[in-house]
């Protein structure tokens, strides 16, 4: 398998450190709120990863963490500025600034989160993770972490009693995102002013003192009661449950820097090497061209999927219909398409059942898998099978057997209609008088007006596909 690595800069061949065996850590969710569909993508990459692993025979561990403490509201991608926005007031806290929001309790508030997190996963089958840690619950990790970074001279207690990272004793930073430390400015995209808590504007805070009215998600530390970076919870959580070689690491782009970059500085100042093998990030989702965000309105839930009356796997076929590494831009319409065409491919599947069996095409499934291998070049995966389906030298049975294997690459529960009564196609005048039109059009080789006639049986809710018998009809 190959995959574009971020710090390489390039495709390159994954040879995980055990042979037969592959590590992942997916950076998870801050459980503060529902995960849209931007954020679905992101959580499919690491299934994919996991389904071209296994697809190479190879066994896959895959550790998702949960983030219910630490995440502040400036800590988001682009907004921070290599930690050097490190607010300490209750509200800063994602998961605390909801929880106020909803009046509950922070964990009442996370545990809800979670849930639904799991609940969309399994809506868009993704396999879950082996392990999920919360970083609520691995406290003692980040308190071991930072007491070694402490003492190898890599952290340090800052003028306001939060321990920071020194990012200056680390001469790798910036490896990651290209965000040298000469190049970031103090106060670079920064409204408050230069730190005076810290030794030089790029440290962050690994621990932070909680302020008075900080009530919950609090600790008491060597270094006094507080909470954990974010960045921390990954770094030690990653190492405690995956060791210090880690084969790949995933998370969306704009966690590239600060999150990962800082997370990196801190893994292999504790290890003395370099933990993860290979960055791997998903390139952004904009919905009908623009950037999903709250203050627009434009946040699409995969609820909101459903209650359009879309199948969820609707979604992961748009995904997986652009590269992972590509920017997307997802719609209605894209959506809307391929709910068509799930579900006839699923009628295809039921249909194909019926008949007599036969072995699978593996020069089609071969493909797929190669293409899997391929940086997950889904869309080549996809086209695929959508060859295989019109191909009319490969027999039903064979297709069959070849669209079952291909799922699970896919996951696309195209078996679900097996077996189920087909639904019964009612034929009205106009539309028996368009087919017997498209026929003698095929028949002449009229192919723009065959095509012209296909549109125009969709317009009256029918599907028509050829097949070696002529035409099979199917409802939209
Ligand atoms: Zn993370």
Redesign the pocket.
């Known amino acids: 398998m190959h995959l574009h690595d971020t710090k390489a800069k390039a495709v390159v061949p994954i040879a995980p450190a055990r042979a037969g065996f592959l590590t992942i850590y997916a ?2 969710p801050t459980v503060y709120r529902d995960a849209h569909v931007g954020n679905m993508r992101t959580f499919l990459l690491p299934d994919l990863i996991r389904r071209a692993a296994e697809a190479e025979g190879l066994q896959v561990r895959l550790v998702q ?1 949960i ?1 219910d403490v630490g995440h502040m509201a400036d800590d988001t991608g682009l907004g921070d500025a290599g930690g050097i926005d490190e607010g300490q007031g209750d509200g800063d806290d994602k998961v605390l600034a909801q929880a106020a929001r909803e009046g509950r309790g922070a964990l009442a508030v996370a545990r809800a989160y979670e849930d639904a997190f799991h609940r969309d996963l399994a809506l868009l089958n993704i396999y879950p993770a082996d392990e999920y840690p919360r970083a609520s619950e691995s406290i003692p990790l980040m308190i071991d972490l930072i007491t070694t970074l402490m003492e190898s001279g890599h952290a340090y207690v800052g003028g306001d009693g939060s321990v920071f990272f020194d990012a200056r004793s680390y001469p790798q930073y910036g490896e990651l995102s290209g965000n040298r430390l000469d190049q970031l400015r103090p106060g670079h995209r920064f409204d408050g002013g230069v730190d005076e808590s810290k030794r030089f504007h790029a440290d962050w805070a690994l621990w932070k003192k909680s302020g008075p009215t900080r009530t919950q998600l609090v600790w008491d530390t060597p270094w006094g009661a507080g909470f954990p970076g ?2 921390t ?2 770094s030690a959580m990653s190492l405690h449950l995956l060791g210090d070689s880690i084969d790949i690491h995933t ?1 969306g782009i704009d ?1 590239r820097f600060p ?2 970059e800082d ?1 990196r500085a801190q893994s292999n100042c504790v290890t003395g090497s370099e933990v993860v093998r290979h960055w791997v990030h998903g390139e952004h989702l904009l919905f009908e061209g623009r950037k999903m965000s709250k203050s627009t309105g434009n946040v699409v839930l995969v609820s909101d999927v459903i209650a359009r009356g879309f199948d969820p796997l609707a979604l992961r076929l748009a995904f997986m219909s652009n590269r992972y590494r590509q920017q997307l831009n997802l719609t209605w319409e894209s959506i809307s398409a391929a709910d068509t065409t799930i579900r006839r491919w699923r009628e295809r599947v039921a249909q194909w059942a019926t008949g007599p069996s036969a072995a699978l095409s593996v020069t089609h499934l071969d493909a797929m898998k190669a293409a899997f291998a391929d940086d997950l070049d889904t869309p080549r995966a996809i086209t695929v099978l959508r060859e295989l389906e019109k191909d009319s030298s490969v027999s039903d049975g064979a297709k069959l057997e070849t669209f079952l294997a291909a799922d699970r690459l896919l996951g696309l529960d195209l078996a679900r209609d097996i077996g189920k009564a087909p639904a019964t196609v009612e034929i009205t005048e106009e539309a028996a008088d368009l087919l017997e039109q498209r026929r003698i059009a095929r028949a002449e080789k009229q192919w723009a007006r065959s095509d012209e006639l296909r549109d125009a049986l969709a317009a009256l809710g029918i599907a028509v596909t050829d097949t070696s018998d002529g035409q099979s009809i199917a409802l939209l």
Do not use: I, S, V
């Open positions: 950076c998870g963490n983030t974010w960045h919870e990954c998370g966690l999150h990962h997370e």
